[in-house]
């Protein structure tokens, strides 16, 4: 296995995968290393080191590494390596939580299968089938996809995977997160049981340990943890605000940006969406990406922000998982998440690959119960300071909706007095059953003013008395 030697919080491999020398991106296929100097990788991090060479040796892997460490090169570079031109079928098979990390790792892959004459499909919801059907039925050697739309076409009978060496699951966690478990198991059982498998996950749940004991065969486990003894890669700072100037102090932040990218993260589509909306009223260049955007509006924005034209970009928690832009200088929790395993994907957006980065939370009153038992999961206390930048504006209140209502006001007998809520003008005859309008203009307007007046001093009577009161003003001659 691959252990964790704790001097040095870098892992080491033992003598079934160790080799004579230590590894090297010129131990690949030339096409691959030419490729890799093109995007300018040229030493291999941690993960990469260990899980590379595993997998070149045919072992099945277990790998357990934070964001930003990587990974993606350590199972793309093998899985390449693994597939042969000369045979017709799929032969790599990557499955993803989601859309956005799919993409992601296709533009990683991509490149990498061109230069070895392969060819590489994407799968995920939220577009036609058509397309994804005619790009099966041209022979792609590798695939990358969601389960949910693996398994539509498997059902389909247009993918077929028997063919299938090298089967990957990235961000297994966050797949029981969303409930895929069950799907992922339906699609295992589309493949060879002679497969290859390489499973990575940020953190261990049971269903991940479930998952490796029931469909690897002695695993190689590679677990990178970060150097606790070197200096943080990301400062992390925690403000106390209050609610009615939260959105102010998000405009301070904003205004103290540096070059980089600033990912600001909600809790709700809708809440993402509104922010979104009042920072561009606000002059700041922003978007949302949401759940309820379509796919093209999804790639678009993630186009954008990654290539710097979009500098803000406010996001739920579907960015926090596998959205690896590089140059990410500025996250902030606008609003907290649900777990302390959230945060900890949130945090992970900036300070990608060694870059420094900064995380900033803002904390209202009704936060900081669930600060205080988030810091107990994290493991670490990061205690909230005043706000430092001057004193800050209340936020406008929202103007109320043209439909609203007001709430009704109750007597003390718990029943609203039948003239109180009835609109102006809508009187009707206690007796007669006349229908409203019945009575004449200037009865209806004089009606009108009586009622005012008993509503107003009308407080302190019983409802009989103000039954009997409003009787008597109806009556001819009184």
């Known amino acids: 296995m691959v252990m964790t030697d704790k001097s040095t919080r870098t892992p080491t491999v033992n003598s079934v995968t160790q080799s004579a020398q230590p590894f090297s991106f010129q131990q690949v296929r030339p096409a691959i290393f030419a490729e890799l100097q093109k995007m300018g990788i040229t030493s291999p991090t941690p993960i990469q080191v260990s899980a590379i060479p595993a997998m070149l040796a045919g072992h099945d892997l277990l790998g357990q590494a934070p964001t930003g460490s990587g990974k993606t090169l350590a199972f793309t570079i093998p899985m390449i390596e693994a597939c042969d031109t000369k045979v017709n079928g799929v032969q790599s098979l990557v499955l993803v939580p989601t859309r956005e990390l799919a993409i992601q790792i296709a533009d990683v892959a991509e490149p990498l299968a061109k230069a070895c004459k392969l060819k590489l499909t994407l799968l995920y919801g939220g577009r036609s089938l058509v397309p994804e059907q005619s790009a099966l039925r041209r022979g792609p050697h590798i695939i990358i996809g969601t389960p949910g739309r693996t398994l539509d076409h498997l059902r389909q009978g247009a993918l077929n995977l028997k063919s299938v060496k090298v089967f990957v699951l990235d961000e297994a966690d966050e797949m029981l997160d969303r409930g895929f478990a069950p799907d992922v198991e339906r699609i295992i059982g589309y493949t060879p049981t002679t497969r290859q498998t390489a499973l990575f996950s940020a953190t261990m749940p049971q269903w991940v340990k479930l998952t490796a004991e029931k469909h690897m065969r002695s695993p190689v486990t590679v677990r990178v943890t970060p150097d606790k003894e070197a200096p943080a890669v990301i400062e992390q700072i925690v403000y106390e605000v209050g609610a009615d100037v939260k959105l102010s102090a998000l405009k301070v932040l904003l205004d103290k940006r540096g070059e980089g990218s600033v990912l600001v993260f909600g809790r709700t589509k809708h809440g993402v969406k509104k922010l979104a909306t009042r920072l561009v009223q606000l002059g700041y260049p922003t978007a949302a990406l949401q759940g309820n955007l379509s796919q093209n509006a999804r790639e678009k924005v993630m186009a954008d922000f990654r290539s710097g034209k979009l500098p803000i970009l406010v996001a739920t928690n579907v960015a926090a998982r ?147 009161a409003r009787h008597q003003q109806r009556q001819p001659g009184r």
Request: hydrophobic share 30%; aromatic share 4%.
């Open 322 to 468: 596998g959205i690896d832009v590089s140059d990410i200088d500025l996250v902030i929790n606008y609003e907290m998440p649900e777990t302390a395993e959230l945060f900890t994907h949130r945090v992970g957006r900036t300070g990608r690959m060694g870059r420094a980065g900064t995380a900033i939370t803002l904390l209202t009153a009704v936060d900081f119960l669930k600060w205080h038992e988030m810091q107990k999961a994290l493991g670490r206390r990061i205690a909230p300071s005043p706000w430092p930048h001057g004193e800050l504006a209340r936020d406008p209140l929202p103007m109320p909706s043209p439909q609203s209502r007001q709430p009704r006001q109750r007597s003390s007998g718990g029943r609203p007095p039948r003239g109180d809520s009835r609109p102006q003008g809508s009187s009707r005859s206690p007796r007669s059953g006349g229908q409203r309008g019945d009575r004449a203009p200037g009865e209806r307007q004089q009606r009108i003013e009586l009622h005012s007046q008993d509503a107003g001093s009308s407080a302190g009577m019983s409802a009989l008395e103000r039954a009997k």
